[in-house]
């Protein structure tokens, strides 16, 4: 079993930054990406960022320039550092991993969201 716990999320003001983490436990063989997915009410599950195992990333076009994903294979984490924020990005932020357990099976996990909220 594997779980993902995040951090970092709290009220901000418009202009303002915040870093995200998100650590993986468990039954942890590797993992193969990690990614950060933002939730608002009424919308689906979007991605906002996400780093591969080899170190490639990808961002939401409505984030490039202003967030930044990184990761920390050794410790089993991801980060999010997101400056110059706006209304529009808050929502409740979920981290996403495909973690490869000890059975050599790759399962997609979540973690239990922490809640970003941007004030103008």
Request: glycine share 10%.
């Amino acid at each position: 079993q594997v779980q993902l716990l995040e951090s970092g999320g709290g009220l901000v003001q418009t202009g303002g930054s915040l870093r995200l983490s998100c650590v993986a436990s468990g039954t942890v063989f590797s993992i193969n990406a990690m990614g950060w997915y933002r939730q608002t009410p009424g919308r689906q599950r979007e991605l906002v960022a996400a780093v591969i195992r080899g170190g490639s990333t990808t961002y939401a076009d409505s984030v490039k320039s202003r967030f930044t994903i990184s990761r920390d294979i050794a410790k089993k984490s991801a980060y999010l550092q997101m400056d110059s924020l706006k209304p529009e990005d808050a929502g409740t932020y979920y981290c996403n991993a495909d973690v490869m357990s000890a059975d050599f099976e790759s399962r997609d996990y979540w973690g239990q969201g922490t809640q970003v909220t941007v004030s103008s």
